[in-house]
């Protein structure tokens, strides 16, 4: 992108941008970007060339790293931890399971040898992470945030980087250390929370287990639609169609074209 900032840099093995106009900062992390769409990475935003840091002296920008680095992370009090819920109930869960779920794939197309397509589908995991965060912070800590292509659980990337990037769950980690009741409160949250993850989890992957096998989905198609003959010889044409694509499978996974 054009606008983006002289100062943003990667290290070796991250991912997020970071800023070199942080000195001091273990993670110095740049406050304008976003998850480019196109590029599948972070980049700078058209406004990084407005970022108030960009040409100010050392003097200025240290007197200004306080409010502007650390006024975007979310901070959660001892006050917010003691109001938070530390248990969604099991249906409460599944419902949010079975909303979010079906959201959190990629559809993709797989041409065989023989010119048969066969649509193929991967987890989006930036999307599971978003609505994982929006459901913690609207299930536990009763927070509000504005969420994206109408769904209730989906946080923008920009919510999402506020919250993440505060560390949020480190913090209710470190409350474990400031008494009985913050103890028993952050244990018994972030646990809940884990089963909630889990659920989540467990749907996505039975979905793409059922999406992604071709020979069960089509065998529900000729059930309903053909005679017990043509039926059968469907399932052999999608069984062979089935090795075809695991043996396409293979040769992708081995660099082969």
Not at 84 to 105: Q, S
Not at 128 to 133: E, V
Not at 186 to 195: E, Q, V
Request: aromatic share 10%; glycine share 8%; hydrophobic share 35%.
């Amino acid at each position: 992108m054009a606008e983006k900032c002289p100062y943003a840099y990667k290290r070796p093995g991250t991912v997020s941008l970071l800023c070199e106009k942080q000195p001091g900062q273990k993670f110095p992390i740049c406050g304008h970007q976003h998850l480019c769409g196109v590029t599948g990475q972070w980049e700078n935003t058209p406004q990084a060339a407005l970022c108030p840091l960009r040409g100010s002296s050392r003097e200025g920008f240290q007197k200004n790293l306080k409010g502007m680095t650390y006024m975007e992370w979310k901070k959660l009090t001892e006050e917010g931890l003691l109001a938070a819920r530390d248990y969604v109930p099991l249906m409460e869960k599944a419902a949010f399971a079975a909303e979010c779920a079906g959201r959190c794939f990629d559809r993709m197309e797989v041409r065989l040898e023989r010119g048969e397509v066969l649509p193929y589908y991967r987890e989006n995991v930036e999307r599971r992470s978003r609505y994982l965060m929006g459901g913690f912070v609207k299930l536990y800590l009763g927070e509000d945030f504005e969420p994206v292509e109408g769904e209730t659980y989906l946080m923008s990337a920009d919510d999402y980087d506020r919250w993440a990037g505060g560390h949020i769950f480190n913090q209710i980690d470190r409350m474990k250390g400031k008494g009985p009741e913050l103890r028993d409160k952050a244990f018994d949250l972030l646990a809940d929370y884990r089963d909630l993850e889990k659920m989540l989890k467990t749907e996505i992957y039975g979905m793409l287990q059922a999406m992604n096998d071709p020979v069960s989905r089509f065998q529900d198609l000729a059930a309903q639609s053909m005679t017990p003959e043509a039926a059968k010889d469907m399932l052999y044409e999608l069984e062979t169609a089935k090795n075809e694509f695991a043996e396409y499978q293979q040769r992708r996974e081995g660099g082969e074209p």
